[in-house]
């Protein structure tokens, strides 16, 4: 039997990864998790890992996407949320989009039947003085818990605010004037457009400017995270943003209008296994309930839209790492204490996966071998994103999902056409021997 236990806070993506990847290691590990007796404003179910959305796990191509190639180093080291969205994958082109719901049953009847691991619903509102322990609650950590961290750290909470985007049921999509089709054609006509004129565009673009808005309350004061916008706050930075972001209509031939390319488009993702519920890309919105009914039914193909689920807004809460963590995700102040998904600055589902990933292996490391490991080299995605968290600038400090500008450049001269694929390769043969070594 182990004589090791470790704490873990936040059953989310993190925290059910590095439960499992200690668990695995033969340590217990007592997981705790709020839900259902107490939600976050973005989770509706009590289930570990649940996902906003079927692409939440966004591109899966590792030699030319920083994030696909993060997917494959996950991969190389047996990950548990790679494994539930591949067992899960719906279809989404080049994208790794999966089924939300059987995603995150798949992970809790993982993480119940696990013996070293016991899941503890309640809340945790105060951090433990000597206990090893793992935060990881996330960007929507409890007042009373994100309170405490505060005091512990020594400085102001930061905060920004991120959405959801609408999801709407296939049924109710009129395809007389909807159609499927990928961008370029790539992978397949996975994803349904609905397109817009420039008359059209532009009436929809005024809706947006005038509609009611969800108000922050008196003491918030809205930042936003510049990868995930609210579609009304990019339509107010002027006439052509949105044409020229999630509505730009590059790459799609319209069949109804005789193959022409329209003047922009609304795509929709598709979101469960069933293909029953579709997503609004890039709508994610903070506007009232009524007026996303009343405005996105303006869009050609949607006028008798059904909403399985409507946007909202809520608050997301990060420390600022390169200032209170160390290179192992350790709080520089509480040393027992690691630290690990969006909490701590990440963005992104996988990145926050891969973030409970590398604080697992370190702990496990530091309890079987009595000192932590060198973390993953620069070169490879995990060491990269590592290093934005725990070494980036402190004064400009933001949340970051992982991309090659935070990848050393190569050494050789390459084409530019080659050199993500080259970084990609060299990531993967550094990862591999850093797993062999560590």
């Excluded at 992978?187 to 397109?195: F, H, R």
Aim: hydrophobic share 40%; proline share 7%.
């Amino acid at each position: 039997m182990s004589a090791f236990r470790v704490s873990i806070i936040g059953a989310g993506l993190a925290g059910s990864e590095a439960a499992w990847q200690l668990a695995c290691r033969d340590i217990k590990v007592d997981l705790y998790e709020m839900r259902p007796h107490r939600y976050s404003p973005a989770h509706q179910t009590d289930r570990c890992a649940e996902l906003v959305c079927s692409n939440s796990l966004r591109a899966d191509d590792w030699q030319h996407n920083a994030v696909g190639l993060l997917h494959q180093e996950m991969r190389l080291l047996d990950s548990l949320i790679l494994s539930a969205a591949d067992a899960n994958r719906t279809p989404a082109g080049g994208a790794l989009a999966t089924d939300r719901q059987e995603f995150s049953s798949w992970i809790t009847d993982k993480i119940t039947n696990h013996p070293n691991i016991t899941l503890i619903r309640e809340e945790r509102t105060a951090i433990p003085e000597h206990d090893l322990t793992l935060i990881a609650t996330g960007p929507l950590t409890s007042d009373a818990l994100a309170n405490q961290l505060e005091a512990l750290v020594g400085s102001d909470r930061l905060y920004f605010y991120d959405s959801l985007a609408p999801i709407v049921h296939l049924e109710s999509i009129d395809f007389s004037k909807a159609f499927r089709q990928s961008r370029y054609d790539k992978g397949g006509a996975d994803y349904i457009n609905c397109p817009l004129d420039e008359v059209q565009y532009r009436t929809f673009i005024e809706a947006l400017n005038t509609a009611e808005q969800v108000p922050c309350r008196p003491f918030e004061k809205p930042v936003y995270f510049e990868g995930c916008l609210p579609i009304e706050v990019m339509a107010a930075r002027g006439p052509e943003t949105l044409r020229f972001g999630p509505m730009k209509p590059v790459g799609l031939n319209n069949p109804h209008q005789g193959g022409a390319t329209p003047y922009a488009v609304l795509q929709l993702r598709q979101d469960n296994q069933l293909g029953t519920l579709w997503n609004l890309v890039g709508f994610q919105t903070k506007l009232t309930w009524p007026e996303q009914k009343r405005i996105f039914r303006t869009i050609p193909g949607l006028e008798n839209a059904e909403f399985a689920r409507l946007g909202a807004i809520h608050r997301n809460t990060y420390i600022n790492g390169p200032s209170v963590l160390d290179s192992h995700l350790r709080l520089k102040t509480r040393p027992t204490i690691f630290m690990a998904g969006q909490i701590t600055g990440v963005e992104g589902y996988v990145e926050s996966a891969a973030s409970g990933l590398m604080s697992a292996l370190f702990i496990a490391h530091l309890l079987q071998h009595d000192r932590l490991p060198e973390p993953p080299p620069a070169e490879t995605a995990h060491g990269a994103l590592l290093r934005h968290v725990t070494q980036g600038d402190p004064t400009h400090f933001q949340p970051m999902n992982v991309n090659f500008g935070l990848f050393p450049p190569l050494t050789e001269r390459c084409r530019k056409v080659d050199r993500k694929p080259m970084m990609a390769k060299r990531a993967l043969e550094a990862l591999e021997i850093w797993k062999n070594n560590t």
